[in-house]
């Protein structure tokens, strides 16, 4: 059960969502049944509309910043529906974990700092492996003059290439916490548990089986 002060955040991207008010109604839920029962107090909340692109993300974002500010005044926990309503940006999240103030997700109320940390960095890679990936696709397509919907094994090499690469890409970034659970003495069935937990997809954006660990641990040992 929550328990303490809090101070709620909520943030949509667009003015059109925030218009509509249907993404801060679900954050909103989201919260409040975080909150359901136990001793806490809910001090203030504060709703923002942006974009919270760029490297100067938090400038962008005043609510935030005031967010903070109460949390400090009144010893508060900061409180969101979900870790990518703050940012999908490794360095803004580090940020936001330096800057004094602790702050839980609804989402993933369990989690630590470094947990969060590493959630951010599988968020961040997993949004640039899609936008290179739409990218390099289209352009291959165009140099090779590919029609679209046409079989045969010249169209197919090129995309089983890109597979390959894409998947030794991936177990390429997930080497270090794969190393770090390894030196914690983690079973494969507790390597599993943990990034479920915390929120890190497997290749195809699914949930992780013991069989997808497996293959993992073999890519990174062969």
Known sequence: ???????????????????????????????????????????????????????????????????????????????????????????????LLEAGVDFVAADMPQANKVMIQMHAVMSEWERDQISARTKAALAAAKARGVVLGKAGADNLRPNIEQRQAAAKDFVNKLRGIFT???????????????LNVLGIKASRGGEWSLLQVQRVLKAIDS
């Open 1 to 95: 059960m929550a328990s303490g002060k809090f101070v709620a955040y909520y943030r949509v991207s667009t003015a059109k969502q925030g218009q509509s008010g249907l993404g801060m109604e679900a954050q909103q839920a989201a919260v409040a049944a975080y909150l359901n029962g136990g001793n806490w107090e809910l001090i203030d909340n504060f709703q923002e509309v942006e974009t919270g692109k760029g490297s100067n993300a938090l400038d962008k974002r005043p609510q935030l910043k005031a967010a903070l500010a109460a949390c400090r005044k009144h010893g508060a926990t900061l409180i969101i529906a979900k870790l990518d309503r703050l940012a999908r940006n490794v360095h803004f999240v580090s940020g």
């Open 180 to 194: 770090g659970m390894r030196s914690r003495g983690l079973s494969q069935r507790q390597m599993v548990e943990e």
